[in-house]
């Protein structure tokens, strides 16, 4: 199997045998699966291992998972979500257990640590440039079945914006439209970065007037959609989807949006290496529902930024976070987020507070 889509987490690999063998295999329970036919007795696999969940969460009208996505969305109703906007982990190895504990304690790993400068301390970074070929196949068959396992879930309309980077955004693309979504553009977030923009490395005094790479000034997320029914007004009619919301009658949605780094005093709200800044994401968020009605996903939650910016707008929203650190940060974080006030906010925030569900 890993011949097909390459190496892939073991949710990934039980997903993969769910969408593209069920002429081989017959799935009898979780982990266990069986040849179809005279074949013989069950093949127990061990893509399965015990996860020890916690029970969700709400928070106002967001309701927050700690699950694995990939079984969470399979579980769910065909035709029940109507937006999702998610920024997912890239570099996979990254957001393994083990490289986040080392990260969370500052201690080697693959997150590279920028240095100090004038007594501030940066952000750790994933490390995008290194990514062999190998983990550049992983990440396209991560995203090919996500997306797989996605697109029946979605009411017919519904968009799927994707937080990417210039350097793989091609390959997110490439496996969300090999899965059955239909590509609709990009939404360029502008803010500065810290990609890019170096001279050579060891040779900086010979090459002054040299820069590798660009220096980032953009962020793409990319924008997808699930084939709508008939004409845009007759899917808006039935589902509420295919469009986005204006920010005014005067006004289209563009697909520019001035941003900026997210500020200190909101990522001390939610201490997560790649928080989004909420004043960005709210206007997203409020998009994507183009008649203000429906229920927005974020399957990669982390910190539950999205989640409050759908909070804030007036959305309901649902959150899966796997890793069970940001899924505690998440329900601490939430209520803080919501109340949060960016400058040029679009709406007031309304004050929740969390409760077991």
């Known amino acids: 199997?890993?011949?097909?889509?390459?190496?892939?987490?073991?949710?990934?690999?039980?997903?993969?045998?769910?969408?593209?063998?069920?002429?081989?295999?017959?799935?009898?329970?979780?982990?266990?699966?069986?040849?179809?036919?005279?074949?013989?007795?069950?093949?127990?696999?061990?893509?399965w291992h015990t996860e020890t969940w916690r029970e969700p969460v709400s928070i106002g009208r967001a309701k927050l998972f700690h699950?694995?996505?990939?079984?969470?969305?399979?579980?769910?109703?065909?035709?029940?979500?109507?937006?999702?906007?998610?920024?997912?982990?890239?570099?996979?190895?990254?957001?393994?257990?083990?490289?986040?504990?080392?990260?969370?304690?500052?201690?080697?790993?693959?997150?590279?640590i920028p240095p100090s400068y004038d007594g501030h301390v940066r952000s750790p970074l994933p490390r995008f440039t290194t990514l062999t070929p190998g983990q550049l196949e992983e990440l396209r068959?991560?995203?090919?079945?996500?997306a797989r396992l996605l697109v029946p879930k979605l009411v017919p309309g519904a968009h799927v914006i994707v937080a990417s980077n210039p350097l793989l955004s091609y390959i997110v693309s490439g496996a969300l439209a090999e899965a059955g979504l239909e590509r609709r553009g990009e939404i360029v977030r502008l803010t500065m970065t810290l990609r890019g923009g170096d001279r050579p490395k060891a040779a900086h005094n010979e090459f002054p007037e040299v820069s590798v790479m660009p220096r980032s000034m953009w962020e793409p997320w990319l924008v997808y959609r699930k084939p709508i029914e008939g004409r845009v007004q007759d899917n808006l009619r039935k589902w509420k989807t295919g469009a986005f919301r204006r920010p005014s009658e005067q006004k289209p949605f563009g697909d520019v949006i001035a941003s900026g780094p997210t500020r200190a005093n909101e990522r001390a709200l939610a201490p997560h290496p790649s928080?989004?800044?909420?004043?960005?994401?709210?206007?997203?968020?409020?998009?994507?529902?183009?008649?203000?009605?429906?229920?927005?996903?974020?399957?990669?939650?982390?910190?539950?930024?999205?989640?409050?910016?759908?909070?804030?707008?007036?959305?309901?929203?649902?959150?899966?976070?796997?890793?069970?650190?940001?899924?505690?940060?998440?329900?601490?974080?939430?209520?803080?987020?919501?109340?949060?006030?960016?400058?040029?906010?679009?709406?007031?925030?309304?004050?929740?507070?969390?409760?077991?569900?």
């Open 1 to 47: 199997m890993c011949q097909a889509i390459g190496p892939a987490p073991t949710s990934s690999v039980r997903s993969y045998l769910r969408l593209n063998t069920p002429e081989l295999f017959l799935r009898e329970a979780r982990g266990l699966y069986r040849l179809r036919g005279d074949a013989g007795p069950a093949i127990q696999t061990e893509f």
């Open 67 to 112: 699950a694995d996505c990939f079984d969470w969305i399979e579980q769910q109703e065909n035709q029940s979500v109507h937006a999702v906007v998610t920024d997912p982990p890239y570099g996979l190895h990254e957001y393994s257990p083990e490289q986040q504990m080392k990260l969370r304690n500052r201690k080697g790993g693959v997150w590279r």
């Open 141 to 146: 068959a991560f995203f090919f079945v996500w």
């Open 275 to 357: 928080l989004k800044p909420q004043g960005f994401l709210r206007q997203v968020v409020r998009a994507v529902l183009p008649l203000g009605e429906g229920v927005i996903l974020d399957p990669f939650a982390g910190a539950g930024s999205t989640l409050a910016a759908a909070e804030a707008v007036g959305y309901a929203s649902i959150g899966v976070e796997k890793d069970e650190h940001y899924f505690e940060m998440a329900c601490r974080a939430i209520p803080k987020l919501i109340r949060y006030r960016p400058n040029g906010d679009i709406t007031p925030c309304k004050s929740s507070s969390p409760s077991a569900s």
